[in-house]
């Protein structure tokens, strides 16, 4: 459902939940007892209750702001940056208070 989301794009989708749920408990009555709208507090107060079909169908209206073709792209350079990395790891070794080259993988 939400697949290819970033983390701003999930904290609009709760925003948007979060929204609904205090439109739905505005416009609910006040002396209708709907616990499915609404959260008793300690203090004895109701408060908005964000539903589970409410996220749903916020999630299921929303769209990842990132198109695939560019995660597709980004995820492309992060892998070859890592391979870079592994490259370049593998020809310097560090131990514990010391510091080796080895000079058959490194070529000057």
Known sequence: MTDG????DLQAVLSDAQLE???TFLDTPKESSS???ATTSSEGMQKPLITMSQL????LKARPSVPESERRRLNDIYESFL???SSASSKVFFLPFLFVVC???TKY
């Open 35 to 37: 616990t499915s709208s």
């Open 56 to 59: 749903q169908a916020t999630a």
């Open 83 to 85: 391979g870079a990395r």
């Open 5 to 8: 989301f970033s983390g701003a």
């Open 103 to 105: 000079p058959e993988l």
């Open 21 to 23: 749920s205090v439109h």
